[in-house]
């Protein structure tokens, strides 16, 4: 039983780090390119052909800081949301380093942790619903949810810029 339980945890991993993560960092591109104009879907797999392992890696040691630091509760939620941006990050420059996005992210949070928690509960009441309509209304909420957070970090990314923490050559254009 034991064995079963390492192997399913193992594939777990895997799937996660090798095919969820990249595609969340796909949809934050799509959604981030969506802001200015119609935006291909296949986008969301672009992530494939560029920097893969680069993404896969900063991605995975992020979840592992964060999945650390919830073992002791508090520095697990203060995390999350000092990193919440690393994935649009590695969306605009998937070459970053682990610790650059890492950084960044939680340079561009500061001071914001509390708006984007604001942000969040605003979708309670929508996700309520969705509950009614067991789970159809998501279809809706979460393309409506996505393109709200990508808004975010483009108000943060500009603030980033404007800041002098980074530049349009380490995010793009």
Do not use: H
Not at 31 to 47: D, K, L, N, Y
Not at 57 to 73: D, E, H, P, W, Y
Request: proline share 3%.
């Amino acid at each position: 039983l034991i064995i079963v339980m390492l192997i399913a945890a193992a594939i777990s991993l895997c799937w996660s780090a090798f095919l969820i993560n990249p595609l969340t960092v796909g949809r934050n591109r799509y959604f981030m390119e969506s802001r200015q104009s119609a935006t291909p879907f296949s986008t969301v797999t672009s992530i494939f052909r560029t920097p893969y392992l680069n993404v896969v890696k900063v991605m995975l040691l992020t979840n592992l800081k964060i999945a650390l630091g919830s073992l002791l509760i508090i520095p697990g939620i203060y995390w999350s949301y000092c990193y919440m941006q690393v994935g649009y990050l590695m969306a605009e420059n998937p070459s970053l380093t682990t610790g650059r996005a890492m950084e960044l992210s939680k340079e561009m949070m500061e001071g914001e942790k509390w708006n984007y928690f604001v942000l969040q509960l605003s979708f309670f009441g929508w996700l309520l619903l969705c509950a009614f309509t067991f789970g159809i209304g998501g279809f809706f909420l979460e393309p409506y949810m996505q393109a709200t957070y990508a808004e975010f970090y483009a108000a943060m990314r500009s603030k980033a810029l404007a800041a002098g923490m980074t530049t349009t050559d380490e995010l793009g254009g």
